[in-house]
T-cell receptor, first 114, second 113 residues
């Protein structure tokens, strides 16, 4: 596998479920990101990890919980979500988290909350 | 509030025509302006980027024009092809923001044969 992979690609969950999204990058990068993409809205940065340390939490509700066990893997743990959380969740990585670093995105997980 | 405003929301252009997408920003600290291209079922991918020390950057059929005084920048797609049909996002960041890109809302471009 090359680039940034995300699993699952599609997820349907009830409001009381607990699920996790997984992201893996094979690029040797040190920074990883979670974004939320909703139709006709800008990509919303949720979390940033640099060298496994969380450096950004963009006022994300606590029902979203990130985890970065190493610089190649990033998880987003989900619990008691709301229907308005339905969206495409994108993971990205960049070499060192710098302002001009190119961010490489995975294909996303399409999440539907019933 | 939305820090980067993008227009139009969508556009349809004939093959061979020019697609123009505009973005405006307010934060004068922004000093890096990339454009990302997203095909259905894929994540966004960097297309072209510009720094404010130049007014134009061209890569193949894609050109960014930058107007620092007006705080605006635009993407021109020359000789548009059906394969260019995608959603385009402008973005901006500042040196001290450590990779925190502010994205526009996106423009869906459809190139008809």
């Amino acid at each position: 596998e090359t680039g940034v992979t995300q699993t699952p690609r599609h997820l349907v969950m009830g409001m009381t479920n607990k699920k996790s999204l997984k992201c893996e990058q094979h690029l040797g990068h040190n920074a990883m990101y979670w974004y939320k993409q909703s139709a006709k809205k800008p990509l919303e940065l949720m979390f940033v990890y640099n060298f496994k340390e969380q450096t950004e939490n963009n006022s994300v509700p606590s029902r979203f919980s990130p985890e970065c066990p190493n610089s190649s893997h990033l998880f987003l743990h989900l619990h008691t979500l709301q229907p308005e959380d339905s969206a495409l969740y994108l993971c990205a990585s960049s070499p060192n988290g710098g302002a001009t670093d190119t961010q490489y995105f995975g294909p996303g997980t399409r999440l539907t909350v019933l | 509030q939305q820090q980067v405003k993008q227009s139009p929301q969508s556009l349809i252009v004939q093959k061979g025509g020019i697609s123009i997408i505009n973005c405006a920003y307010e934060n004068t600290a922004f000093d890096y302006f990339p454009w990302y291209q997203q095909f259905p079922g894929k994540g966004p991918a960097l297309l072209i980027a510009i720094r404010p020390d130049v007014s134009e950057k061209k890569e193949g059929r894609f050109t960014i024009s930058f107007n620092k005084s007006a705080k605006q920048f635009s993407l021109h797609i020359m000789d548009s092809q059906p394969g260019d049909s995608a959603t385009y996002f402008c973005a901006a960041s500042s040196t001290d923001s450590w990779g925190k890109l502010q994205f526009g809302a996106g423009t869906q471009v459809v190139v008809t044969p």
